[in-house]
């Protein structure tokens, strides 16, 4: 049985050269579901009141917190010095994923 989790990715300030070198290899890792241990059914940047990027933010189905811990913390953005915290916040078995109709990662 699976799990869905919120996943937010603060970012450290002045990363936008940096964003844009590992982007390629972020949203390749979004599509893999980091190679498998991780659905993310949908994810975007965060920005300040200002418009500022400040992170990202995805919704994981995942076996456990340890499969959605690895997901994150394997991806390019945390691997290059980007991510400065990463939250993993459970959501209940009342979560209606089913309502997300068109999932980042491919269902297995």
Known sequence: ??????????????????????RPAHRA????????LATVLIGSALQDAS???IGNFGILEAAGLAE????????PF???GIVAKIELTPLPATFQAGRISDPMTPRP
């Open 1 to 22: 049985m699976s799990a869905f989790f919120l996943m937010r990715c603060l970012h450290h300030e002045g990363q936008d050269a940096a964003r844009d070198r590992h």
């Open 29 to 36: 890792w979004v599509q893999s579901g980091g190679e498998g």
């Open 51 to 53: 418009g500022a990027p």
């Open 68 to 75: 959605a811990k690895a997901f994150a913390e394997g991806d």
């Open 78 to 80: 945390n691997k290059a």
